[in-house]
């Protein structure tokens, strides 16, 4: 046998046994739900009892698949498609992505379409001008609960604040502080004069 016809053989036998010894991995196992569509559903309207994460898979994961998140009170479509647990919905208007028209997210988090759907939830927020002392009334000889910086974030207990406006014209405002309790806070000097807050956006 020629020095050529022994080389051209020997890189034969490597082929056919590299080839019969290559193993093919197995796909990686991952969690599969029975989809079923549920003609009565589809269009059907469900708002979000809770924030929640929208997924482009019903097993919801892994993170990579996120789509992004939904807040509460957010009114949602349904397609129809649904799986154990899980309802698919419609992203309309590139809610969350330009590319992604469905998505899908948790059934334990949709509840029924009610009225108009509340606001988002907004607060009236505020920077300090000053050191301010908070105080468990309006008064300025009521007990002190706590104080603020100059420039601290000031929120207020409601939205419209809570305020009040005493004999000496000073008006005072409500806000929240630690462990969900309330104070107050002078918004103004004597005789209303001055400004010892200014409304900003809340964060």
Do not use: H
């Amino acid at each position: 046998m020629s020095p050529k016809m022994l080389r051209n053989f020997s890189f034969g036998a490597i082929a056919l046994v590299s080839a019969s010894t290559l193993a093919v991995a197995p796909a990686q196992a991952q969690e599969t739900r029975p989809l079923t569509e549920n003609p009565t559903l589809i269009r059907g309207c469900r708002r979000l009892n809770q924030a929640a994460e929208i997924f482009d898979n019903s097993t919801l994961g892994p993170t990579a698949n996120r789509i992004g998140t939904l807040a509460a009170g957010t009114q949602v479509t349904l397609t129809g498609a649904i799986a154990t647990g899980r309802a698919q919905v419609f992203l309309g208007g590139g809610t969350l992505s330009p590319v992604q028209p469905v998505g899908w997210l948790s059934a334990a988090n949709l509840g029924p379409c009610v009225g108009t759907p509340p606001p988002p939830p907004t607060g009236a927020c505020f920077r300090a001008n000053t050191a301010l002392v908070v105080r468990s009334a309006p008064s300025a000889g009521s007990s002190v609960l706590a104080g603020y910086n100059q420039n601290d974030l000031v929120r207020a207990s409601t939205n419209p604040p809570t305020q009040q406006t005493t004999a000496d014209g000073r008006r005072w405002m409500q806000v929240s502080i630690y462990s969900n309790g309330t104070g107050w806070i002078a918004r103004t000097g004597s005789g209303g004069v001055g400004s010892n807050v200014t409304p900003i956006s809340c964060p």
